[in-house]
């Protein structure tokens, strides 16, 4: 099945995962964040269903849940849904998340999302470490 997107699972995340860059598109206009900026997090995924995520000097600890094949869903501890992202890519090295946005302007026919381009770190011959 060619079309089929490839099924992923909570194990598939475990680790820990840097923030490389963002890249932000509207209504055909992209904008390409490379250089790290404070609101970009660090995310420690336990393989289990959650993830501590540390930026600000401060940490919180998060419930991710696949769902649907190829989406993922972020909630608080409570399961209060926070938000959520197409997979679009995942192997040992990399992990690329895609969100749609709510439109800017008033009126049909806006694409706007969201990229989000991880590296994984601590991870040696497919361990972690």
Not at 39 to 61: A, F, L, N, P
């Amino acid at each position: 099945m060619c079309c089929q997107p490839k099924s992923y699972t909570n194990t598939d995340f475990l680790g820990n995962w840097k923030t490389d860059s963002v890249y932000n598109y509207a209504n055909g206009f992209g904008m390409p964040y490379n250089t790290p900026i404070t609101e970009w997090g660090e995310y420690e995924y336990d393989g289990s269903g959650w993830v501590t995520e540390r930026k600000h000097r401060q940490s919180r600890r998060l419930r991710y849940q696949v769902i649907e094949r190829d989406s993922l869903v972020y909630q608080d501890s409570t399961g209060e849904f926070l938000s959520g992202y197409r997979i679009m890519r995942l192997n040992d090295q990399v992990l690329v998340l895609k969100k749609q946005k709510e439109p800017m302007l008033s009126g049909k026919n806006q694409t706007i999302f969201e990229m989000r381009f991880f590296s994984r770190t601590g991870l040696t011959d497919g361990v972690v470490r």
